[in-house]
């Protein structure tokens, strides 16, 4: 597609449900980000995949967050035992080789509730 | 750890006037600096982006400066209008490649 597509666009889920949200770079993009905004604030950077290299998973909360990313393609971010606090904005953003030279492209975002 | 803040946290101002909106981060090793804007539940979208080499771009009625040896970048939006509204974020890309953004200024153009 033209832009980086996220799914779903909404969810709102049980406290201690695993969620699933899912992120479609744009078409050979090789880096894939993860940030979250909770309400008010500014984005957390979450996790950082360079094409088939080991993640930087450095901004993950805790062990309850994970992401996996196959290749250049589709990434998933899954949260398990949700908590209140988890709720927030999930953003991913996609990038040609280097973003130092081209910039980032960002999704529309999936917003989580927790209730 | 980069740092970056934005000033002011909001601004209103008539519709017509211009804008101006600062961004300052703390480590002057960056790869580029970019401006963002967010609409009210919805994602980002990229307004400008300058490359660490560049001192400014341009894109219509939008204008961003870096000096990146005193660690600052500004915004100026020319006659602003209320579609103009929203909240406009700074990001920098560093040598780590990741993104450090701003919290945000909050603009309203009063019609």
């Known amino acids: 597609g033209a832009g980086v597509s996220q799914s779903p666009s909404n969810k709102v889920t049980e406290k201690g449900k695993d969620v699933e949200l899912r992120c479609d770079p744009i078409s050979g993009h090789t880096a894939l980000y993860w940030y979250r905004q909770r309400l008010g604030q500014g984005l957390e950077f979450l996790i950082y995949?360079?094409?088939?290299?080991?993640?930087?998973k450095s901004g993950l909360p805790s062990d309850r967050f994970s992401a996996e990313r196959t290749g250049e393609s589709v990434s998933t971010l899954t949260i398990q035992r949700t908590q209140q606090e988890d709720s927030a904005v999930y953003l991913c953003?996609?990038?040609?080789?280097?973003?130092?030279?081209?910039?980032?492209?960002f999704g529309s975002g999936t917003r989580l509730t927790v209730v | 750890k980069q740092e970056v803040t934005q000033i002011p946290a909001a601004l209103s101002v008539p519709e017509g006037e211009n804008l101006v909106l600062n961004c300052s981060f703390t480590d002057s090793a960056i790869y580029n600096l970019q401006w963002f804007r967010q609409d009210p539940g919805k994602g980002l979208t990229s307004l400008l982006l300058?490359?660490?080499?560049?001192r400014e771009q341009t894109s219509g009625r939008l204008n961003a400066s870096l000096d990146k040896s005193s660690g600052r970048s500004t915004l100026y939006i020319a006659a602003s209008q209320p579609g103009d509204s929203a909240t406009y974020l700074c990001?920098?890309?560093?040598?780590?490649?990741?993104?450090?953004f701003g919290a945000g200024t909050t603009v309203t153009v009063r019609a």
């Open positions: 300058i490359q660490s080499s560049q």
């Open positions: 995949f360079q094409g088939n290299s080991a993640p930087d």
């Open positions: 990001a920098v890309s560093s040598n780590d490649y990741k993104l450090s």
């Open positions: 953003a996609s990038s040609l080789v280097m973003a130092g030279n081209y910039g980032y492209t």
